[in-house]
């Protein structure tokens, strides 16, 4: 699966879970920004990966 499609399929799983009270969506946001896991850095070099090699 490319990251695009985890991507979109993880921002629609947000968004239905999101209708609750409770800001699903931006606790993610903030746990992205406080924490910085490495799963979220190796997605973004995955999709922002032209020529295929990592760095």
């Known amino acids: ?3 695009k499609t985890k ?4 921002f629609i799983f947000l968004e239905i879970i999101d209708f ?3 800001p ?3 606790m993610v946001a903030l ?14 070099i995955e999709m922002y990966d ?3 090699t990592r760095r």
Not at 7 to 10: D, S
């Open 1 to 3: 699966m490319t990251a």
């Open 7 to 10: 991507l979109i399929l993880g």
């Open 20 to 22: 609750m009270p409770f």
């Open 24 to 26: 699903v969506t931006t």
């Open 31 to 44: 746990y992205i920004a406080w924490k910085k896991p490495p799963w979220f850095k190796n997605l973004v």
């Open 50 to 52: 032209c020529d295929g």
